[in-house]
């Protein structure tokens, strides 16, 4: 059974700067993408970012809206994904859910962390 904590969230004035961690716990087989998710209320769950973990290359992929702000990064080792959000606007306030897939196409979500940024 796979399971997804995510920590980090909480309230910040604008211009500021959050950081989210992941931590997934059991079988890691076959893991192909770590990443993150955010819904804001009465809007659909959009892709933040990902970031690939089979091999050494760890290639990713962002949100034009997040692109230059927000970076992904993994440690392995501690089987933890983070994302350091930078230069935060109010317009990214939602809850943030980590996400894990499969090379066979299945999902698994953490239960998500509250960001709530001030204007």
């Known amino acids: 059974q796979v399971q997804l904590v995510e920590s980090g969230g909480g309230l910040v004035q604008a211009g500021g700067s959050l950081r989210l961690s992941c931590v997934i716990s059991g079988s890691t087989f076959g893991i192909n993408t770590m990443g993150w998710y955010r819904q804001a209320p009465g809007k659909q769950r959009d892709l933040v970012a990902f970031?690939?973990?089979?091999?050494?290359?760890?290639?990713?992929h962002y949100a034009d809206s997040v692109k230059g702000r927000f970076a992904i990064s993994r440690d392995n080792a501690k089987n933890t994904v983070y994302l350091q959000m930078n230069t935060l606007k109010p317009e990214d306030t939602a809850v943030y859910y980590c996400?894990?897939?499969?090379?066979?196409?299945?999902?698994?979500w953490g239960q998500g962390t509250q960001v709530t940024v001030s204007s």
């Open positions: 970031i690939s973990v089979s091999g050494s290359g760890g290639s990713t």
């Open positions: 996400n894990l897939q499969t090379f066979s196409g299945r999902n698994y």
